[in-house]
């Protein structure tokens, strides 16, 4: 059935859409200068982009020689000013107040002295310890997202991302043979209203939802976790609840509904059932390593305490002067031999090992899977981005203030896959969506909308869609078991499907 006849046999009787105020309000009102997304990423000011006017190879020239000034422990510079005979210039030259440095949050204090102690981390490490660290990761704290928040994402800004994504699932769990168990499955699911609006949409077709046993996230942080039962359960979060600081997670919680939902810490957790997966801004979440060809061959980018007096950071990336563990294991590899000095590349083995296992449940107990994010089709180097207050920064700024995110390399995740599962795309995210029915989901919405409604409605399409906003930065990947039809949007040589813009008239 073509999905926007779906659109309209199903959702002509609108009214629970119209319940959903709260939350289509928040999305669509967010002020224009504070919407920012993850994925814009050019920003010298990262700390590792490309400088303007420099090339890969002159940037990996300097880099190199900064790095051969440093021991492998790392803090100690070999270069000292005695040997270059540079003391009596030093005791001549006039004093220099230097800029105080940054705050050392409490995880940075943990980092340094982690350095200190063990020599240089890798980037992965420091990531994961940013990013997850128990006690004041980032995204330990909770709720991060949104207008107050550091970012915002697509199923944040309109209601229709969920939804469309929940008839995908609709339409593939029919492709499989409408299988009469099925667990809905979400990675990283932020404050829960992705998983929220799919639920909704799901729940208008009363054969599948029958066949929904429960839903299962997997998420890292405690009060992500609240966040995500006050979402989805409609259990109050009160003050005391937010924030981090506590290992522990609540693990199951009931539905209106009479839906479980239930909490993991790791994939591999999930029980064994037919499952469909969605992972939408979790991959580019999970740790990278970073590695720059010499002449020597792949050193990895491994980040040290910054000495320098005139930085106000506390830490700063160094080649590694030899080969370490991770160079020989990720990078020493015959696909990347074509690279040339001074190019850098990002691999992330823990989005290789969840994309493996899923493949592994899936051609276990079936199911069928779809990750949204930005990356490409191939390997990418400088794309680790800082983020704070819908704002770029320094990659190393504030350890567990700031977001941390790579781009996704799509191809690595499907060589993951070996053969267990049928990989599709990746597309964008504007082909999907409008493979879907956002034209006539949109039309639904603005029949019934306020003016003002309208507005936000109108901008929020253009904002998933519009090529130069998120409709094609992001990308999406499905994975279908063997022998499975491919799945709506993702048929080969398919024209690219397009909504008529809505139309000024409208409003
Ligand atoms: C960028 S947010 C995306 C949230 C949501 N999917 C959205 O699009 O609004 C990343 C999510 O993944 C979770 N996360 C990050 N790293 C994780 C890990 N290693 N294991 C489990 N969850 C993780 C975060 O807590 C958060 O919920």
């Known amino acids: 059935m073509a999905t926007s006849m779906l659109w309209r046999s199903t959702f002509v009787r609108a009214v ?24 814009y990423s050019q920003d010298p000011s ?46 001549a030259a006039p004093e220099v107040n230097y800029p105080p440095k940054e705050e050392l949050t409490p995880l940075a204090k943990h980092i340094r002295d982690s350095i200190k102690i063990q020599g240089p981390m890798s980037v992965a490490h420091f990531m994961r310890q940013v990013l997850v660290n128990p006690l004041s990761g980032y995204y330990m704290k909770g709720d991060v997202f949104g207008t107050q928040g550091d ?4 199923p944040e800004i309109s209601q229709m991302f969920g939804e469309l994504l929940g008839i995908w699932f609709l339409v593939q769990w029919q492709n499989i043979g409408k299988p009469s168990r099925v667990q809905i499955v979400e990675l990283g699911p932020g404050r829960g209203t992705l998983m929220l609006d799919m639920l909704r949409a799901a729940s208008r077709f009363k054969e599948f939802r029958k066949a929904i046993s429960g839903v299962h996230l997997v998420e890292a942080s405690p009060g992500l976790r609240k966040m995500q039962r006050q979402t989805l359960c409609g259990i109050p979060l009160s003050e005391e609840q937010v924030g981090g600081g506590s290992r522990e997670g609540i693990t199951a919680a009931m539905r209106p509904d009479g839906l479980q939902i239930s909490w993991h810490d790791v994939f591999d957790d999930l029980p064994d059932e037919c499952s469909l997966i969605v992972a939408h801004e979790f991959f580019d979440a999970l740790p990278i390593y970073k590695f720059e060809k010499t002449d020597e061959g792949w050193r990895e980018l491994v980040v040290d305490l910054e000495e320098d007096p005139a930085s106000t950071y506390h830490f700063r990336f160094v080649l590694a002067p030899g080969p370490t563990q991770a160079s020989r294991a990720f990078a020493e590899h015959a696909a990347y031999e074509h690279f040339k000095t001074g190019d850098r590349i990002e691999i992330s083995p823990d989005s290789f090992r969840v994309s493996h296992d899923m493949a592994k449940h899936m051609s276990k107990n079936g199911g069928s899977a779809l990750i949204v994010d930005y990356g490409k089709d191939y390997i990418q180097g400088d794309t680790l981005r800082g983020i704070h207050k819908h704002k770029f920064t320094h990659v190393l700024t504030e350890p567990g203030k ?16 070996e053969e267990l599962v049928n990989c599709h795309g990746s597309i964008t995210q504007a082909h999907l969506l409008h493979s879907l029915g956002i034209g006539a989901r949109l039309d639904m919405l603005l029949a019934k909308a306020s003016a003002h409604r309208r507005e936000g409605l109108i901008s929020s399409y253009h904002r998933l869609v519009d090529p130069k906003e998120m409709g094609n930065v992001y990308r999406v990947m499905a994975m279908t078991p063997l022998g499975s039809p491919t799945p709506i949007a993702f048929e080969p040589q398919a024209p690219p499907p397009q909504s008529p813009p809505p139309t000024s008239s409208k409003l």
């Open 151 to 154: 970012f915002i994402t697509s």
């Open 16 to 39: 629970p859409w119209r319940a959903c105020t709260r939350i289509t309000t928040t999305r669509v009102t967010v002020a224009a200068p504070l919407r920012m997304a993850r994925f």
């Open 402 to 417: 700031v977001d941390l995110s790579a781009d996704v390399d799509f191809n690595y995740l499907k060589q993951a896959t």
């Open 46 to 91: 990262s700390g590792i982009h490309k400088p303007p006017g420099q090339t890969l190879a002159q940037q990996g020239q300097e880099r190199t020689a900064a790095a051969a000034a440093t021991t492998a422990a790392g803090s100690e510079p070999l270069v000292t000013s005695e040997s270059t005979g540079a003391p009596d210039e030093a005791a």
